[in-house]
RNA sequence: GCCUUGGUAGUGUAGCUGGUUAUCAUGAAGCCCUGUCGAGGCUUCGACUCGGGUUCGAAUCCCGGCCAGGGCGCCA
């Protein structure tokens, strides 16, 4: 027996007065007494059947969900269903099966995240949501080809690895045949991309699982898939251009928008302007430097501020907007939320009185705006810049200018390579410790961390950090200083990343590369900012699998194998 | 670790200024129906996250736990 001559989104007028079989899920069954018309339903499509008693003996009951198969004559439909690819047609039943039954479903399209987890498969039934799922793998065939078209090999790096003591917390996995030791789930391919440019490879690709133990967020998974690369003799420049070039070539095949050429901001200059090193170009609403202006008003919260930055916006907003808007400074540690009203030039409320007409004539006058509300933030300049651009981005949202049809990317370049970790009161690098100080700042990097840029950049689209690139440190040297200064004397260096520093002492050419975030990119050329709805088996909140139940305890016999102490009594 | 929002039939919800037979939809079970395609009609079934408190009386108010979502920290 064989179980289909077609799917069920194959068969058209052409197919009329054919005998063939399908197979698939009864999707509904819409009963008339002696007659009955069935949706089956597949991947591909549904189909029309229909059942008469008369001609077709069913020995069992049918309910929604059976898995059936049925042979039948194709039949041209009299008033043809619109809303269905094979709508012309319907297949009238012979022969039905039932291949397998099914209970009732325990959830349906308005269910719970955590339902639709835990029943993971029959979400994915919903046409809507498996689409997602084969619209993710065009998107990898499509960056593959894009790869291989420019001298691209996909290499397949370990995914048992040796634990770093850098950067997020490693899974970590036991070794059984070497007690006590441990391997670590990779949190990228970096180092093994490196080493294969030293092997050789020149233009190494993979489209990479990367595994870090942190806590989760909308856009943020236990495991998530990279599209990582890297190139042998480049600059930056040419890198970028690269992966500005597959980026374009993936919105114009997915969305049929041909984008602008990414614009280019500094580090400095995005936080500047937007107050975010991600910043959202969809709208202007840029952050005003109000801090010359501002510095003798005479008011003591501007006075006693290290800078003052602005944002001027033309709405005039509810005194209960404003509260809900100072609450979302504060979490980024700004104090308060200053704020003038203008309307018509004239300024009104919260901190006007503060204000003689000399400087309200230079805030209008760098604002740009005679209707509104400006508001202000006093703070020392990170703060101060942050809590901005984080209003800067509420305010977009409320104001309905994030619109998710548009794709703007930009790079932001030339990011510190070193920030101070105050807690534990040391340097730490900004992205990873591989990456190359500019020029300049090679000789006396030690003296000036904080002055310090790197060759390093980062591609964000729409506010959404999408990937991270560097040039790379191949000089062993170099590398050793980087460590050290990092906190790895070169004993504790050897020991760690030995392996690497050694590679590079036998002859590296310079090379750089990118990790590209493939369920971001996915996900925003979907229109969401959740990648869970693009991995197939996503984890919840708590890093678990309400499906399969993981992670999950081990037996007892496991923790004696692995010489790992158990913490319960199984 | 911290902040915040929520938890009512299988699923999604109303009620939540204290007293209801706890609303509606969907679903499930059964019946009717030979042209539906969001089928229709009738009948039935099914729920207040857990613990404590206030009260004559708690789904409703208070406290705590558990669970889930969003965020901060964390995450190149």
Redesign the pocket.
């Known amino acids: 027996m064989y179980y289909r001559t077609h799917n069920c989104s194959e068969l058209r007028l052409d197919n009329v007065g054919q005998n063939v079989v399908l197979s698939g899920w009864i999707d ?1 069954i ?6 009955s ?1 069935i ?1 089956l339903r597949d991947r591909f499509g549904k189909t ?1 059947l ?1 059942l ?1 008693l ?1 001609d077709c003996d069913v020995s069992d ?1 049918l ?2 969900e059976y898995v059936i198969r049925v042979e039948g004559i194709v039949a041209k ?3 043809a ?1 619109e ?2 690819e094979t ?1 012309e047609i ?1 297949v009238k039943v012979s022969q039905l099966k039932i291949i397998n039954k099914a209970l ?5 399209e ?6 639709r987890l835990k029943y993971r498969y029959i979400d994915l039934r919903k046409k809507e949501n498996m689409d997602k799922i084969v619209f993710r793998y065009n998107v990898i065939k499509h960056v593959r080809e894009y790869f291989d078209k420019n001298g691209f090999i996909e290499i397949e790096t370990p995914m048992l690895v040796k634990p770093t003591p ?4 490693d899974y970590v996995v036991p070794s059984r045949v070497n007690p006590g030791k441990f391997y670590a789930l990779p ?2 391919p ?1 180092l093994y991309k490196q080493i294969s440019m030293i092997a050789g490879a020149d233009r190494y690709f993979q489209v990479a699982r990367c595994l ?1 133990d ?7 998974q236990p495991e998530h898939t990279q599209f990582d690369f890297e190139m042998s003799f480049v600059n930056s420049d040419e890198i970028r251009e690269f992966a500005e070039g597959l980026m374009k070539s993936v919105v114009l095949k997915f969305k049929g928008i041909k984008v602008d050429d990414f614009k280019t901001f500094s580090y400095e200059e995005a936080m500047e302007r937007y107050g975010c090193d991600k910043p959202d170009l969809r709208f202007d609403l840029e952050l005003i430097n109000f801090s010359e202006i501002l510095k003798n008003t005479g008011f003591g919260v501007f006075d006693d501020a290290q800078t003052i930055y602005g944002l001027a916006v033309e709405k005039d907003f509810s005194r209960k907007e404003i509260d809900a808007l100072t609450e979302v400074v504060k ?2 540690k700004a104090k308060g939320l200053a704020y003038v009203k203008v309307s018509d030039g004239n300024f009104d409320g919260g901190v006007s009185k503060f204000l003689n007409e000399d400087i309200k004539n230079k805030i209008i006058e760098k604002s740009k705006i005679k209707n509104g509300t400006i508001f202000f933030v006093a703070d020392k300049k990170k703060v101060a810049r942050t809590s901005m651009g984080e209003l800067r981005n509420k305010i977009g949202l409320d104001l309905g200018l994030k619109d998710p049809d548009k794709f703007k990317f930009c790079w932001v370049k030339d990011f510190p390579l070193f920030s101070y ?1 105050d ?1 534990e009161e040391k340097w730490e690098p ?3 410790m591989f990456s190359m100080p500019k020029e300049e700042f090679v000789e006396d990097f030690e003296k000036r961390p904080g002055e310090v840029l790197g060759d390093l950049w980062d591609l964000v689209l729409n506010g959404t950090e999408l990937a ?1 690139g560097s040039i790379r440190i191949t000089s062993p040297d170099l590398q050793k200083r980087i460590m050290k200064f990092v906190g790895f004397p070169e004993d504790e260096a050897m020991e760690k990343f030995g392996f690497l520093l050694n590679a590079y002492n036998y002859g590296a050419p310079v090379h750089g590369g990118m ?1 590209l975030g493939a369920d971001r990119i996915i996900a925003l050329l979907l229109g969401t900012n ?1 990648i869970r709805e693009v991995i197939a088996y996503p984890k ?3 890093a ?1 699998c309400p499906m399969d139940g993981s992670p999950a305890n081990i037996y007892k016999k496991q923790y004696e194998e692995l010489f790992i102490k158990s913490t319960n009594n199984e």
């Not at 942190?214 to 943020?220: C, F, G, K, P, T």
């Open positions: 509904k819409r009963t008339h007494g002696q007659i018309f949706d029309q229909v008469n008369d009951d309910k929604k439909k009299e008033v269903n809303n269905l709508g319907e009732a479903l325990p959830i349906d308005n269910a719970s995240d955590e339902m850098e950067g997020a917390r949190q990228s970096q870090r942190e806590d989760l967020r909308a856009d943020r979490i980024y970790n807690e900004e992205h990873h991270s990790g959740d919840n909140k708590n678990q």
